[in-house]
T-cell receptor, first 115, second 117 residues
C-alpha cells in the first residue's frame, strides 16, 4: 500500500493556461474523489468516480473543469483557461467501497497557483 | 442537504489539558459523521467515524467523539493534549443518496489546534 499519489505537488501557471493534474489511487480502490481546498477552508467536493464512471459532479465544477478516469485506475483533472480564483490545493482521495462502508484515503494534494 | 459547522477556527490548549473541538451538523436524514486530521504537507487522515452504531466513538491517538442527535453535535475530545496533536482538524458529514450509497463528504472549515508547552 503506497498510498494515494498526486502529481505534481506544486504547479504555477499564468492565467489563461491549461493545467492537468494526475492522481494515482491505492491499488484496487474502486472509488476516486477530487476535492478542492482553499486557505482557511475545508475541502470542497468536486467530483467522484466509481471505477471509470463519473457518478457525481458538484456545481463548483464549471465547464472549464474536466475529470477522467479512463481505465478505472488513475485519474486526471484538467482546468482549461485558468483563472486566479482557481488557485487552491486540489486533493484526491480513493476508497474501496462495499455497501455503505467506506474509508477515504487522501493524497497530499497538488497546490495550484495562478498568476 | 448536508452541512457541518465547526465553532472556533483556532483552539489553543496547554500540553496535558483537555482538548475539545466542536462540530455541529445539519442533515435531513441520519448522518455518518467523521473527524479528519491534517498535518502540514500531509494528506487528511481519518481519526474516527460514526456510522449509526455506538454513539461514543473512539479513534486513533486517544481521540473520541460523541454523537448527540438532540444537539446535532459531534464534538471531538481528548483528555490530555500532546504536542504532536497540533494540526488542523476537520469534521465531515455524509448522508445516504439511496441507490448509489452515500453522498460525498461535506467538510467543515476546520479548527487549527495549537498545543502550548
Amino acid at each position: 500500500d503506497t498510498g494515494v499519489s498526486q502529481d505534481p505537488r506544486h504547479k504555477i501557471t499564468k492565467r489563461g493556461q491549461n493545467v492537468t493534474f494526475r492522481c494515482d489511487p491505492i491499488s484496487e480502490h474502486n472509488r476516486l474523489y477530487w476535492y478542492r481546498q482553499t486557505l482557511g477552508q475545508g475541502p470542497e467536493f468536486l467530483t467522484y468516480f466509481q471505477n471509470e464512471a463519473q457518478l457525481e459532479k458538484s456545481r463548483l465544477l464549471s465547464d472549464r473543469f474536466s475529470a477522467e478516469r479512463p481505465k478505472g485506475s488513475f485519474s486526471t483533472l484538467e482546468i482549461q483557461r485558468t483563472e486566479q480564483g482557481d488557485s487552491a490545493m486540489y486533493l484526491c482521495a480513493s476508497s474501496f467501497t462495499r455497501g455503505t462502508n467506506e474509508k477515504l484515503f487522501f493524497g497530499s494534494g497538488t497546490q495550484l497557483s495562478v498568476l | 442537504a448536508q452541512s457541518v459547522t465547526q465553532l472556533g477556527s483556532h483552539v489553543s490548549v496547554s500540553e496535558g489539558a483537555l482538548v475539545l473541538l466542536r462540530c455541529n451538523y445539519s442533515s435531513s436524514v441520519p448522518p455518518y459523521l467523521f473527524w479528519y486530521v491534517q498535518y502540514p504537507n500531509q494528506g487528511l487522515q481519518l481519526l474516527l467515524k460514526y456510522t449509526s452504531a455506538a454513539t461514543l466513538v473512539k479513534g486513533i491517538n486517544g481521540f473520541e467523539a460523541e454523537f448527540k442527535k438532540s444537539e446535532t453535535s459531534f464534538h471531538l475530545t481528548k483528555p490530555s493534549a500532546h504536542m504532536s496533536d497540533a494540526a488542523e482538524y476537520f469534521c465531515a458529514v455524509s448522508t445516504s443518496r439511496g441507490d448509489t450509497g452515500r453522498r460525498a463528504l461535506t467538510f467543515g472549515s476546520g479548527t487549527r489546534l495549537q498545543v502550548q508547552p
